[in-house]
Nanobody, 115 residues
Framework: QVQLVESGGGLVQAGGSLSLSCAAS????????MGWHRQTPGKQRELVAW???????NYGDAVKGRFTISGDNAENVVNLQMNNLKPEDIGVYYC?????????WGQGTQVTVSS
């Protein structure tokens, strides 16, 4: 198992930026993928972005062009840079890691955007 700890959430004005980090308890080299989902009010949990240690990246439609995911294998961290934040980005952002058939989730970090 791998434990995940998110950090970097907070309050920002619309149009602003936040950076989230997800620190893994061990090497991420053996993981199939890491990424972020979010739970926004009134909606199902949705994909934000995922990243593989081979460099494959994918984004949810709602964040394309505004968010950037990146991984640091040496530090066992996956980061999410969020720019041009909108009120509809409000929610709890969860980091996850996939290893084989197992998926581990972090506890989540709140992102709030004021209009």
């Amino acid at each position: 198992q791998v434990q995940l700890v998110e950090s970097g959430g907070g309050l920002v004005q619309a149009g602003g930026s936040l950076s989230l980090s997800c620190a893994a308890s061990r090497s991420i080299d053996t993981l199939n993928a890491m990424g972020w989902h979010r739970q926004t009010p009134g909606k199902q949990r949705e994909l934000v972005a995922w990243y593989t240690t081979r460099g494959l990246i994918n984004y949810g439609d709602a964040v394309k062009g505004r968010f950037t995911i990146s991984g640091d294998n040496a530090e066992n961290v996956v980061n999410l840079q969020m720019n041009n934040l909108k009120p509809e980005d409000i929610g709890v952002y969860y980091c996850y890691a996939v290893e084989g058939r197992n998926i581990e989730w972090g506890q989540g970090t709140q992102v709030t955007v004021s209009s």
